[in-house]
Nanobody, 120 residues
Framework: QVQPVESGGGLVQAGGSLRLSCAAS????????MGWFRQAPGKEREFVAA????????YYADSVKGRFTISRDNTKNTVYLQMNSLKPEDTAVYYC?????????????WGKGTLVTVSS
């Protein structure tokens, strides 16, 4: 079992950068694909990015491709989301998730989320 815990959210101006971290407890962290999702006010939760257990493959939503980078450090049981060129529409609660990827990301465990606010 894995319990993701997000950190690094906050307020940033448009065009700025922010790095989210997700520390996951559990000995089997490296067995899971890890992903980031987000939910903006009044909208459904959406996929942002995913990284396979080895870190060899990554997947991104079209809306963040070229601006966000997902990475992981299995020695630290941590996954990161580097967010650059942030836009006001990136404002959302960002959730870390552990699961597996088979055509799409299937979530097994959710974190509680961290709020990212991008001001214009």
């Amino acid at each position: 079992q894995v319990q993701p815990v997000e950190s690094g959210g906050g307020l940033v101006q448009a065009g700025g950068s922010l790095r989210l971290s997700c520390a996951a407890s559990g000995r089997t962290f490296s067995s899971y694909a890890m992903g980031w999702f987000r939910q903006a006010p009044g909208k459904e939760r959406e996929f942002v990015a995913a990284i396979m257990w080895s870190g060899g493959s990554t997947y991104y939503a079209d809306s963040v491709k070229g601006r966000f980078t997902i990475s992981r450090d299995n020695t630290k049981n941590t996954v990161y989301l580097q967010m650059n060129s942030l836009k006001p529409e990136d404002t959302a609660v960002y959730y870390c998730a552990a699961g597996y990827y088979s055509g799409s990301f299937h979530v097994l465990y959710w974190g509680k989320g961290t709020l990212v606010t991008v001001s214009s």
